[in-house]
């Protein structure tokens, strides 16, 4: 029974506001007063966990997407993107989708994406005279694509979590994001062909020239995510290393090459990303305990005899596993929601026949699919803010990128294996 009221009273909280890690602590207050549970005896577990080198990777990579953010280092990635798919109706609002997935492989984060690639891109949509509601839409639809294209912080902490190879869960979202990213950009043509309105840029007669000056302008930033990924999957460095030389890397190019920082703003950087990483960090201590808690009443095997109660089918399981980490994704952050997830779905998920890297993918896009999706849909709110345009105008286009983009993809990473596992097995074995 006290189980049942700490699982509702989460989701309660959750549902009224209350942050992740305020609703977690209520949760441990509440089964510290009503006895027979010694909460303090969970606390270490959150203490080891996250002693870990490994960890670092986190607050590393958040530093490093403030950076790019704050040094303009994504605004010559728009740029390029720009040039090479705005002269085509719908090629604008198409760049965008690319510039977020080349963000979000740095970043790691949807609402760092969506933050940075929105505030930068919704100007140019708008003068374009593109409509608002969907230029909005399409931003907070591919904002999701950090946690699928590597190095993606998210999967760096499951892997952690579950003691999988770094580079495997790397590898088993990348088909997934760029089947997201290729539906995202083909709905976005097809929406956009008959919109008359939309203003085009005139023809450039020295293409080859002008490619050439923004290729080069790009290079700087692009360099970095070919610099960490080279990295880490030539061996040289850890994730944690790569997040290292990540933030070392970004300083530079944001002082000397874009000029977007100075020492104010790097301040500004350094106290806006301390503040991220505390309540991240604050988030995953709370979270970490409660996850142990319920490992230790076995609530996983208590959901796991509820789910095959109602059946044993491997399809019918991994569904009702997908609709979970989807409303999972609807009320929680993506941290929050891939620790819970990872702690309480994997054993089911594995008991069906799933491989851990497979769940990896398959976590990935229930998560940020969850997070774009309404009523609650984190991202779906951040990017009204972000963009200035209305939430309302905002829910059918969205609609339209979850139902024709994000469920195919998921789909096809549920009940397709190789769609996750075939570049973990052909590069690594």
């Known amino acids: 029974m006290i189980i049942a009221i700490s699982v509702l009273l989460i989701c309660v909280l959750l549902f009224a506001g209350i942050s992740v890690p305020l609703a977690f602590g209520g949760v441990l207050i509440f089964l510290a007063y009503t006895g027979g549970h010694d909460v303090s005896g969970f606390m270490p577990t959150g203490h080891w966990k996250l002693n870990t080198v490994v960890i670092l990777v986190i607050p590393l990579f958040i530093l490093a997407g403030d950076i790019m953010k704050n040094g303009r280092i994504a605004a010559p990635i728009v740029d390029l993107a720009e040039m090479l798919l705005g002269r085509i109706r719908g090629g604008l609002s198409g760049a965008s989708v ?168 790097f301040m500004d950087t350094l106290k806006e990303s301390s503040v991220t990483i505390g309540v991240v960090m604050v988030m995953i201590f709370m979270v970490l305990i409660v996850s142990r808690f319920l490992i230790f009443e076995d609530i996983p095997g208590l959901a796991q005899d509820l789910i095959f109660s109602i059946s044993d089918n491997p399809i019918v399981v991994l569904l009702m596993i997908n609709l979970t980490m989807i ?87 549920t009940f397709v294996p190789g769609v996750a596992l075939w570049l973990p097995e052909l590069l690594l074995g």
Request: charged share 10%; glycine share 10%.
């Open 98 to 265: 690319v510039a977020s997935a080349m963000f979000g492989a740095i970043s790691g984060s949807g609402a760092a994406t969506l933050t940075c690639i929105g505030a930068v891109m919704m100007p140019h949509l708008r003068r374009a005279k593109y409509p608002e509601g969907f230029s909005a839409a399409l931003l907070v639809a591919a904002s999701p694509l950090g946690l699928l294209i590597p190095p993606s912080s998210a999967q760096l902490i499951y892997a952690w979590l579950t003691q999988q190879s770094v580079l495997k869960c790397f590898l088993a979202t990348v088909l997934p994001g760029i089947i997201v990213a290729s539906l995202l950009v083909i709905i976005n043509l097809i929406m956009m062909r008959k919109q008359t309105d939309i203003i085009l840029p005139e023809h450039q007669e020295q293409f080859v020239k002008a490619f050439s000056k923004k290729s080069l302008a790009a290079f700087p930033a692009l360099m970095m995510p070919i610099i960490i990924l080279g990295g880490i999957y030539g061996g040289i460095m850890t994730p944690t290393e790569a997040a290292g030389v990540a933030v070392i890397y970004a300083i530079p190019i944001g002082f000397f090459v874009y000029k977007g920082l100075n020492w104010r703003i």
């Open 327 to 413: 409303l999972i994704g609807m009320i929680m952050d993506d941290f929050s929601g891939l620790i819970l997830s990872a702690t309480l779905l994997l054993p089911i998920a594995t008991s069906v026949g799933v491989d851990p890297i497979h769940f990896a993918a398959i976590l990935g896009v229930n998560l940020g699919m969850g997070n774009i999706t309404p009523p609650t849909a984190p991202l779906l709110f951040l990017g009204a803010r972000v963009t200035g345009a209305p939430v309302q105008k905002m829910l059918g286009p969205t609609m339209i990128f979850i139902i024709f983009a994000w469920l195919p993809t998921l789909a096809l990473t």
